[in-house]
């Protein structure tokens, strides 16, 4: 296993800047997930990390020592691709034992180590066949084996479920971490979907064009966004934003003009800011802020029901319902907002930790 430390790195094509002066350390043993949006740099900061990249400006450190320099080949890591990668004219066994033999390693360890690899990703019984005989779960499994068996101290996976179905992206999911919490070792995986985050990482980064957003756990990042941006790429369905007026004074609002909602009348030194709130949030029925609004569309989910609601100032709020809610297109509904569930952004999309329910 290994730490990583990343200093001021940045990876520039010409006078086209993808990565900008990016600090990041990243644990010994952690799970590290880089989400953001396609084009954000997430894959190309991976490949500079795996030494496929030249680093612009910057340090790469790996247990302390600066690899910038150093080859891939001779970084001790191992990195699973989208694609799979496998050999056709291969059996599983020998794709799994074909870079060990090339580093002439001893007979026995090769086979203990595919044997070891096998038995954790239970493919044991596809061993002897070719990568044609194989499901696409299958075929990223042993591409993960492929990583495995090298033992390094770094494993890297560039988006590695994107093409398998949504059924075994889930069950992939879930056998990604078990294998971590078996192995323990350092892990850094790229995803744009935020669900594979949410669920895989002991922390997330978001990235947006080339720069860190926040960095945290998945709980930091649904309950205390540092800003718009991270409030609406992380969760699913995705967060509910409302433009208000406030009246901002020593940190602490004053007055909320909350459109359809209600005005909270107060001293009138008025900014521009968005109010979110989480659908599961939403209250049915009165809140501390209630309006009016009129359902325009219900998506049943088995055991929820996503309601969709239009109001009044041409906003739509959606709220969670109970999978049995008898919610009907065009019927009018009360919703509320409670001040505690609300997440305050300025005009510039930063937080501001203010207490809103002071201002009631």
Known sequence: MAGLSIRNLAKRYGAVSVIEGLDLDIHDGEFLVLVGPSGC???????????????????LSIDGQIVNDVPAARRDLSMVFQSYALYPHMTVRKNLAFGLQNLKMPRAEVQRRVDDAARALQIEPLLDRKPRQLSGGQKQRVAIGRAIVREPKLFLFDEPLSNLDAELRVQMRVELAALYNRLKATMIYVTHDQVEAMTLASRIVVLRGGKIEQVGTPHELYTRPANLFVAGFIGSPKINMLPVNLDLAAGRIHSADFGAFRTIALPDKGSTATICVRPEAVKLGAGDVSAQGKVRLVEYLGSESLVYVD?????????HGAGLDSHKPGEDVTVGLNFADMHVFDCDGQRVDAALEQAA
Do not use: C, H, V, W
């Open 311 to 319: 109001l009044p100032s041409g906003e739509t709020l959606l709220f």
């Open 41 to 59: 740099g997430k894959s190309t900061l991976l490949r500079m990390i795996a030494g496929l990249e030249e680093i612009s400006d910057g340090t």
